[in-house]
Each structure stands twice: as C-alpha cells, then as structure tokens.
C-alpha cells in the first residue's frame, strides 16, 4: 500500500518540525557561549532530557527490528526489561556520579582523568567505529520500509534523512536535539498508541491476541540458556549493553551534564528506568 495524503501530513510535517526546532534555536535562540551550544548552559529540565535519552534509544531498528524478532523467535526478548533497570539502577548510583563529580566534558575526558591518554585514545576510536556503523544501520533499516511504500531509492532517502539530522544538530546545537527528540518521542508515543489500538480492533480483544500468541508459541517463556533468546541472554547479555547506554554513552552522558543539580541527574536515571522498564 502506498503512501496517502495523510501519510505525506505526517512525515513531512514531521520533518518541518524538526527542522524549524533547529532554525528556532539556530537563529533566534542563538547560543552565545560553547557551554549553552554543548550543554545547553547546564541548565536543561530533567523532564525533556529524560525524553530525549529515551527518543535516542528508539529508531527504527527497535520498531522493525525487535518486533520481527518476536514474530519469528517468540517473546523472551521481554526479559530484557529486567535488564534495563538493572542497568539504570546500577549505573545511576555507581558510575554516574563519579561521572557527574568530575565534570569531565565527555566519558573520555573521564578515561584520561582515571586512566591516561593511551586508554582516551583506544575508546575513543572504538566509539567512532561503532557510532559509524550503528548509525548506518539506524538510518538505512527504516530506509528501506519507507522505500516500500514511496517507491523512493532508500539511498536517497538515508541521504535525505541524515542532511536533515546533521542540519538541525548542527545549527540548533545541544538544546535543538534535546527539543527535536522531545517532539519525535510524543510522535513515536501516538503512534505506538494507535496501531495498538488498531490491532486490538483487528483481532476484536486482548484476550484474542493473547491466544493468538499462546497458539503460536510465541509466549513460550523459559530459562533455557542454550535457545537463541533466553532469560539468561537477555538478561546478562542486556545489562552489559544498558549499561553502556545508561552510564557511559557519551550522548547519554552529555545530557547528564547538561541538568543543573546532581540530584535532577539521579531523578533522571530513574524516569529513564521506569520508561525503558514500560
């Protein structure tokens, strides 16, 4: 099924947004000072820094990618839950503060500080390796799912939509991003809310889908570690990588900084728990 005028509302005005957030803070709330560019002065509230971590969380690789997983290997990826407030539990109390202590500018400001320059260097390669292959994959899966329905070159549309990113980052600095995910996460929220909606009205109740899943064996939850999918998995495997995102990813740890007091930090960690835990 092709795109619809409604279609084309919504991802064009969803494009607008985002770039008149970025000419907004741009032009007319122009930052003075490299601390209000990076850090939004460190006076940033926690409410839309916590949406802000959760929207660089979710693309649509988590949409496309995890329910497709569901579909064809079942359910056990829901103990990855268990793992996100782990992760954000242990990290909000253990790392971050140290983090937030130092006041380094990044977390490998913090590696030098802690370790040498040696150590800086090799994470810091070893960042920008993964941040270019990550987001390659991020901009080109949700590419291709529009490319099905547009019948435009996902090529065209990756290179389209990462103009876009760099555009509005570049020119809006720090408070544009925080601002631009802030606007995308209530999008994402609607939307998630409606094709619920739309697929309870489907079938005609939960308890259908429920039965339908049961049917399929895709609610078959077991502590197996050998399956491809396990609580064991999920849950050790999960905690290492949420504890990357929640304590020392260096976008994650730039938003930290950018709240004013250390507690707003903490209360922070734990919004973020409950978000990512729902």
């Known amino acids: 099924m092709g ?16 770039l008149g957030i970025g000419i907004y803070f741009g032009f007319w709330k122009k930052s003075r000072t490299a601390n ?10 926690v409410i839309p820094v916590a ?11 988590t949409f496309l990618g995890n329910s497709a997983d569901v579909y064809a290997y079942g359910a056990n990826m829901l103990w990855s839950g268990i793992s996100c407030i782990l992760a954000n539990v242990i990290g909000g109390f253990l790392f971050v503060p140290v983090l937030i202590r130092c006041r380094a ?42 490319a099905q329905a547009t019948d435009i070159h996902p090529q065209i549309v990756t290179s389209i939509v990462c103009t876009l990113c760099v555009f509005y980052t570049t020119v809006g600095g720090f408070r544009a991003v925080i ?21 309870i009205k489907s079938i005609g109740s939960i308890g259908g889908i429920i039965e339908m899943a049961v049917d399929g064996q895709r609610l078959d939850f077991n502590l197996d570690p050998t ?13 290492v990588l949420w504890m990357f995102v929640a304590a020392f990813h260096p976008g994650t740890v ?25």
């Not at 949406?51 to 690789?61: L, Q, T």
């Not at 810091?124 to 949700?142: D, E, K, M």
């Open 3 to 18: 795109f619809g005028l409604v279609d084309h509302i919504i991802l064009h005005g969803s494009i607008a947004v985002s």
């Open 36 to 45: 209000e560019y990076l850090l939004g002065n460190q006076k940033m509230n």
């Open 51 to 61: 949406m802000s971590i959760i929207a660089s969380c979710v693309s649509g690789v």
């Open 105 to 146: 500018a990044n977390v490998f400001e913090y590696f030098e500080l802690r370790f040498d320059k040696k150590v800086k260097i090799v994470a810091s390669c070893a960042y920008t390796l993964y941040a270019l292959l990550y987001s390659a994959i991020l901009a080109y899966v949700p590419a291709i799912a529009l």
């Open 179 to 199: 601002w631009t995910d802030v606007f995308q996460l209530i999008g994402i929220t609607i939307c998630v809310v409606f094709i619920l909606v739309l697929g």
């Open 227 to 239: 399956i491809r999918d396990g609580f064991w998995q999920a849950v050790l495997g999960g905690m």
């Open 254 to 278: 730039q938003r930290y900084l950018s709240v004013s007091e250390f507690k707003n930090v903490v209360r922070q960690v734990n919004e973020n728990t409950c978000l990512y835990s729902s």
